[in-house]
């Protein structure tokens, strides 16, 4: 941005997709956040991908008023609903490879794996979740980028015979339809784009309430929110859906509704190539 800038690039477009510095203290979130103030200040053009994470660049300081836009109703690509959809067979192959047994509820995690997730409260809250409900799984997918798998499975303890790891995949879709609920505990997150992949599969989510998440998930509606960082009230949200399986229904069917209304594909593809072709053609 800042060659662009001293070249005289007329057009200088950036796009927010969750900030770094949200989850630093101290020298770091100074400076990541004063080089995204930087950003902001260079490029002609802004793009945010939830509103709610543009509601706090505002509040922050990053990003003047006026200058950034939302295209659709959020997210950087929307969701393919051809591939993003109901699976059965896939449904009964993984669980059947997770040697979960019908009528037993699987919590999915579907995402790279790091602290920034909020993984260790996850783990925590499953610890009690467990305790008091033999018939839940807990299952990790994606790369562990930070050694999680070794610290879920000591917080997990007499619960980890029902905790799950598979590394990563090209088939996130298959995975979905295997849940009962997806969970994103994330500390930061810019839009929380697998929540609405779940979601196209008509798997209801319990996420935290923090921007970007709070785009993706009615609270109520489509699935749960949760403080970020207390894993007491996450341990609550999960079992609240663990006993209600008719409310685990009703919630997929709305958030499967709602995906492919607002966040379809095609849908925020074309707000995306119209928005480029007004800015080339002004």
Known sequence: MVAGALANVPIRLHTFQGEIWVARRGFWRVILKALDKLVARLATHLLVVSRSEQQFLLEQGVVPAGKSTVLANGSICGVDIQRFKPDPESRSNIRSEFGIKEGEVLFLYLGRLSIDKGLLDLAAAFLRVGAEQPNVHLAFVGPDEEGIQKKVDKICGESGDRVHFRGYTDKPEQYLSAADVLCLPSHREGFG??????????????????????????????????EAGNDLDLSEKMLRLAR???LRKSMGKSAMVRAQHEFSRERVLSETAKYYKNLLAS
């Not at 599969?201 to 998440?213: L, T």
């Open 244 to 246: 209600d399986p008719a």
């Open 193 to 226: 784009m697998v929540i609405v992949e779940a979601a196209a599969v008509e798997v209801p989510a319990i996420g935290s309430r923090i921007y970007g998440i709070t785009d993706a998930i009615v609270e109520n509606q489509t699935g749960l929110l949760f």
